[in-house]
């Protein structure tokens, strides 16, 4: 469980043994969402140390620091994207960080938050914005996007078999109307998926939900060169670990740690390395850890999470 009477965050337990805090260490929370995996680190960390507090979300910048107050190590809690950590931790001294936690996707706090518009169990305004000062909505994407991107999208990102139908219904019904609120948007997913195919599986309206949200956030934009620039500041031994919640997400996350592992460029054969890119790091989890089936029977939110560990060498 997660300390003082947090939510427990998804994989709690498991991040928490992966980034083997170090007190007196810096450690980044890169998404920080409710603040369950942030209150994991300074209760590891105890009066010393740094926590670096990352989130879009001001509305959970103002409760993630009123929730972490009891907490006695150092805390600076920033309003800005993770993918901007070069530029965050130099503008505030920070050289090296000892680990850093990453949990993509949308945050409990946000899903239960009705009137931002993630949730496709709660009627709300379509908005699917992690910052709220940012410009495109959901609603701007399903009644803006010509009926080709949105079938992209919605194929791409949501990985969604019926996504030309769902964008056919998508622009008939737009056609009439403009499209504002999630229920009238679940409703339209459902009509366009057939009964056979939505009677086992998620929720009918998951996949779309997903892929809009991830095209309002742009989820997945320079995802790989973050990756990158969090292992760039990890000090020796120090860990980054990331959770997934879709196959794209951990694909790439995958491929960058891959990557750190074994960058070397050169073509088979040759007798050594002449491209002269080292390792500087090692994958802990060859293959992702998963939830266990308590946690999964427990928070469905959990039950397509991923994680994996590298560490810096």
Sequence with gaps: MSPGGFHSPVLFGEVMAGLAVRPGGVYVDGTLGGGGHAAGICGALGGSGLLLGIDRDMDAIRAAGAALEGFGCEKLLV???FGDIARIAAENGIEGIDGAALDLGVSSFQLDS???????MRDAPLDMRMDASSGLTAGDVVNGYGRDELTRIIREYGEERWASRISGFIASRRAERPIERTGE?????????????RREGPHPAKRTFQAIRIEVNDELGGLAEAIDAFVDLLKSGGRLC???FHSLEDRIVKER???????CVCPKGLPECACGRLQDGRRLTRKPIRPSKEESEGNPRSRSAKLRVLEKL
């Design 114 to 120: 009705p009137e931002r518009g993630f949730s496709y």
């Design 242 to 244: 990331v959770i997934s």
């Design 79 to 81: 309003r800005g994207n």
């Design 257 to 263: 740690f891959a990557r750190r592992e074994s960058p």
């Design 185 to 197: 948007l679940v409703d339209i997913i459902k009509a366009a998926i057939p009964a056979s195919a």
